[in-house]
């Protein structure tokens, strides 16, 4: 083996923050469609994915290009909400476009977990309320808050405090519904439980969800951070059982290799993280240029090859 590659080797784990101790060391040289391609053309089949991220493989020519246009004319700026520049807005649009009416607003984050803590303080904003449901076995990220919805002591206890009031229901279970009250801000659930093991709920039951929610008057957030961007056949997975979400979290497929989320909500909705306090949710990168175009790219590339979302027939 070539020094350098023995080297890398040692530089990884001498200086590469590990959270296992069998990280797969697996040398990556280039990627290219379904394949990796590690020192001396060895070549592997990329069934992780990058975690569920290359939903057009590694290196789509077209998120290539439009990486490198946006990185020849701007990288970076004050992202988040002041300035306005094309990939950012044209992406907000093409989203709204596919959505229903009410998901016509984008908060863009770096990661999922970004996505997920941003949707928990709009949610209590919103409401005024304090109580979030979230499912057991469900994952929505890795930060404080995000880990706060896990069920999993295993994961959670020697990270604590968290946050507090975190009520957990079983997923698609109906007697479960009645822990949702005038006390809860929010349920947030994943449409298609994915690291749990594949686990889908029945339409009854997200259609009972939903009335439960309208009922109490709190908000309901999908996590599609894992399954949406087609990878259930249809642009969205909550469109399998149509029943809408007040916010929807998005993320890992969607800069087709970019790190690039969002959580996504009505106009009125976000109203309330204008004031008191003024500035309610700021982020330095949520919505950088080069990601927003790599979005952009991904996003027209998978309409484009179908699944088309119905949602596009219903906006006026
Ligand atoms: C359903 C779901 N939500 C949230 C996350 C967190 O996303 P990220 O790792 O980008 O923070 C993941 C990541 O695996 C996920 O699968």
């Not at 200086?15 to 592997?44: C, R």
């Not at 009031?165 to 079983?170: K, L, N, R, S, V």
């Not at 298609?192 to 008057?217: D, H, M, P, S, W």
């Not at 979400?245 to 106009?267: E, Q, R, T, V």
Request: charge should be neutral; aromatic fraction near 10%.
């Amino acid at each position: 083996m070539p020094e350098n590659h023995i080297n890398n080797r040692q530089l990884f784990l001498q200086h590469v923050a590990q959270t296992s101790d069998f990280p797969l060391m697996i040398e990556v040289e280039k990627a290219e469609g379904v394949w990796i391609y590690g020192p001396n053309n060895k070549k592997y089949l990329d069934l992780i994915s990058g975690i569920g991220v290359s939903g057009l493989g590694h290196c789509h020519p077209n998120v290539v290009r439009a990486v490198q246009q946006q990185a020849s004319s701007f990288m970076h700026l004050m992202v988040y909400g002041e300035y306005v520049y094309s990939p950012q807005v044209r992406l907000a649009e093409l989203l709204a476009k596919h959505l229903p009416k009410n998901l016509n607003t984008s908060y863009f984050t770096n990661s999922g977990t970004e996505a997920t803590e941003g949707a928990l303080k709009l949610a209590k904003r919103y409401t005024s309320r304090t109580q979030i449901i979230a499912c057991k076995n469900a994952y929505h990220g890795s930060t404080h808050g995000a880990l706060s919805l896990m069920d999993n002591e295993n994961f959670k206890q020697n990270f604590r405090p968290l946050l507090p009031d975190i009520e957990h229901i079983t997923y698609g279970s109906f007697s479960d519904l009645e822990k949702i009250t005038i006390q809860t801000a929010c349920v947030i659930i994943e449409t298609l439980q994915g690291e749990a093991g594949v686990n889908i709920a029945c339409e009854t039951y997200f259609k009972l969800l939903r009335e439960k929610c309208n009922q109490t008057g709190c908000l309901l957030i999908f996590d599609e951070i894992q399954v949406g961007f087609g990878r259930t056949g249809k642009l969205w997975a909550f469109e399998h059982f149509d029943v809408v979400p007040d916010i929807l979290l998005l993320a890992k497929g969607m800069g087709g290799g970019m790190p690039i989320g969002a959580f996504i909500s009505s106009n009125e909705i976000f109203s309330v993280l204008k004031t008191n306090p003024i500035l309610g949710h700021i982020t330095t990168f949520g919505g950088n240029p080069v990601c927003c175009a790599a979005a952009l790219a991904t996003l027209q590339t998978i309409i484009a090859c179908k699944p088309k979302s119905k949602f596009i027939f219903k906006q006026t």
